[in-house]
DNA sequence: AAACGCGATGAAAGCGCTTACATATTGCGT
DNA sequence: ACGCAATATGTAAGCGCTTTCATCGCGTTT
């Protein structure tokens, strides 16, 4: 420990009895070293408890290894398994995280993407945020790649994985009216994925020649929480036009909205049936299960971890949009 | 945009016709800058888009920014709002979290650690890790402030903040015990905060004068699903000791018991009562709501920041393990 | 035996910043 | 009017790596 600092590569190299370049080729270009030397070096290092300073390697190469992620909130479980499939991909090619959160806030989101630019990050994934058109500038000007998810945008400003809202929205309200109900209820937020979804479930209840759905908008930043969805059950059941189904952008509002009826004493689906999204842990388990949207949001984590890998390591051209599907999941609250 | 890549401090000096240093100098400590000099940068930077290369800042001074923060499985709503706290306090402070799962792999924790310290972290936060004695030992020789979190450590390696386990458990036990409720049963993980717990409670029930608890013990690496709340209920249900109240050592085992309940037609609390800990969303609004501890998961992360922050930026020294306590929150369940 | 190619190593020039330290400018007391 | 402390700015030495280019042996080729 030269003076309370760790060692640098110069003193495995002193330790070691070659030259600084021939220890840097030790770590990062093996092949490049005769067997007996890279030994040596290895040993050095070990003896001294060597740990390669990354932070200036990323300086001299071009590279940090880093990406960044940026979701709407950390402690939303919507994003965390595609958060998770994100970093499981990205560490095993020694890449590491850096996330944060915008909290639904469009200043808080160009202040993380302007902190993760500044660090230099390799690529940025944004997960269901909101890109505001500052936003959407300062990513295109800076030239890091960027993959944005859970969606597949129209013109996305670099790569995108993620599946058709509106296609899965309409593909439920076709199961649902397959499953015989009539009078279907939507419960989302005003986000642009529930916009989206919304759209595709009304004209898919009006292809059918139903009656355009009730609609209950939850008006918070963050219309993913049991609680909403148990307020938005309960509007959905004071209106004059009842529904027979109701389908919830997500499975925590799903599960909300079915907790709610339980408190009320109805039956689901007997009286009134829920169905969910996104296929989270939750709705495999309450009582009765909810039937739901299988997205793949683990899949869609490490699609984009794979694409960022294969632009960077590769010069891969800019891929085409990845739609990684949804699949509807039968279970008994439909 | 120097040939592809983006401007540097020195294109903006130039740009402003003032020297490299003034340059970093309004941006790191703007006081020692005439009011003029410092306006002109500032256009100058703002025509060039210039955005300041915080790795080789971090290089050059030496500080990176970065907390490091080691979470079992990133997906598991247990530590998400204490990972959450943590990253609102950093940003505030702007800093940048880098975040891992060890996946309850004591390689990976190893693995992951190295790869914080290489990169510089001003900082690791671990929540509720294994801390393998190989991991203990890198961090000891490693010297950066390290804070554990979630329990009460009696050595820690470094800070720490939390609550004491065992008295939790202990607490609730005598808490189901005052409720009337005599025969007890105990579902838990292996880890290592479970077993404290399970040692409180034990403690706690043969301070009572009770029988031991049945134990249902869940070997999972990560005991934290409903799916396994509910098989772990359905071996309670199976034993000869009949159980009149379940503790959990989470809301997640405890909801997915609660729907196992349900399933087999049990009245909860009627037939059993079920208890959680954590006071997770989902404890507040399943039917019955459950009666859980509450541990303040959100505030374990803003306190570990804080402690980091002070750390660091003042000298301070090193301070004691800070208790955040927890208290009792009594709903429908029991 | 001179010329050549090749693998292994070293020397040195950055990467884009921060930060002493040195050097002007300015204002002020006397 | 002169000296001195501030105040403002510039100069240059790193921070710990990566990487190009040059060098040095040596076994081959003709």
Not at 1 to 18: P, Q
Not at 234 to 254: G, P, W
Not at 274 to 302: C, H, K, W, Y
Request: charged share 20%; proline share 5%.
């Amino acid at each position: 420990m030269r003076d309370g600092k760790s060692h640098r590569m110069e003193d495995v190299a002193v330790e070691a009895k070659v030259s600084l370049a021939t220890v840097s080729r030790v770590f990062s270009q093996p092949d490049l070293v005769s067997e007996e030397t890279r030994q040596r070096v290895h040993e050095a290092a070990a003896r001294l408890r060597y740990l390669p300073n990354l932070m200036a390697g990323s300086m001299a190469g071009k590279r940090s290894r880093i990406v960044g992620a940026l979701v709407p909130a950390i402690a939303s479980p919507i994003f965390s398994e595609t958060i998770s499939g994100l970093s499981s991909v990205l560490r095993e090619a020694r890449y590491e995280l850096m996330l944060s959160q915008s909290g639904y806030d469009p200043e808080q989101e160009l202040s993380i993407l302007q902190a993760f630019l500044g660090r230099r990050v390799d690529a940025i994934v944004v997960a269901g945020a909101v890109i505001t058109p500052p936003s959407r500038e300062l990513l295109l000007n800076a030239g890091t790649p960027v993959v944005e998810t859970w969606e597949l945008i129209a013109e996305p400003i670099d790569m995108a994985v993620g599946f058709s809202n509106p296609d899965a929205a309409a593909a439920s309200a076709r199961f649902l009216i397959d499953r015989g109900y009539r009078r279907l209820g939507f419960i989302g937020g005003t986000d642009r994925r529930s916009m989206q979804r919304l759209e595709g479930f009304g004209t898919a209840v009006s292809e059918a020649g139903l009656a355009a759905p009730q609609v209950i908008s939850i008006k918070s930043p963050a219309p993913s929480s049991f609680m909403e969805g148990g307020a938005a059950m309960e509007r959905m059941l004071r209106q004059d036009q009842k529904v027979d189904a109701v389908f919830c952008t997500n499975d925590l509002l799903a599960a909300g909205a079915l907790f709610e009826c339980q408190r009320r004493g109805l039956a689901v689906p007997g009286d009134v049936a829920v169905m969910g999204f996104s296929n989270l842990d939750i709705s495999e388990v309450t009582v009765p299960a909810l039937t739901t949207v299988q997205v793949g949001a683990r899949e869609i984590g490490s699609h984009a971890a794979q694409m960022i890998l294969d632009r960077i390591e590769g010069q891969g051209a800019r891929p085409v949009p990845l739609d990684t599907g949804f699949s509807i999941i039968e279970r008994q609250s439909t």
